[in-house]
């Protein structure tokens, strides 16, 4: 599968912005996808893991809960990330990510995930 992140861009805090992850190939929905950032100067970091359809709840990272939505449309092979409230700490370049099989306790791993798509920059202004 192949994933295309797209949506960044530069909001002052307290404001929104819809990441999109396009993917190719395969249907989205056969997949654990997740976000990850990775901000000036830190390593990666997770963001939130939606798994395959089926009622699974999304898993988010303690910072984000509350002001980040994960959501899929299966009919456009596409997840986003809607974030709100944002904050100047959450600047970084956002990818998404994809793998056929994660089990639950590697989700924050991004080791466990196979397919990457380029990252899309996210700048939050004070």
């Known amino acids: 599968v192949q994933l295309q992140a797209s949506g960044g861009g530069l909001v002052q805090a307290g404001g929104s912005l819809r990441l999109s992850c396009v993917a190719s190939?395969?249907?989205?929905?056969?997949?654990?996808t997740g976000w990850f950032r990775r901000a000036p100067g830190k390593e990666r970091e997770f963001v939130v893991a939606l798994k395959y359809s089926g009622g699974y709840p999304p898993k988010y990272e303690d910072s984000v809960k509350g002001r980040f939505t994960i959501s899929r449309d299966n009919a456009k092979n596409t997840v986003y990330l809607q974030m709100d409230s944002l904050r100047p700490e959450d600047t970084a370049v956002y990818y998404c990510?994809?793998?056929?099989?994660?089990?639950?306790?590697?989700?924050?791993?991004?080791?466990?995930?196979?397919?990457w798509g380029l990252g899309t920059q996210v700048t939050v202004s004070s």
């Open positions: 190939g395969r249907p989205l929905n056969r997949y654990v």
């Open positions: 990510a994809a793998d056929p099989s994660v089990i639950s306790s590697n989700l924050r791993a991004e080791t466990a995930y196979a397919y």
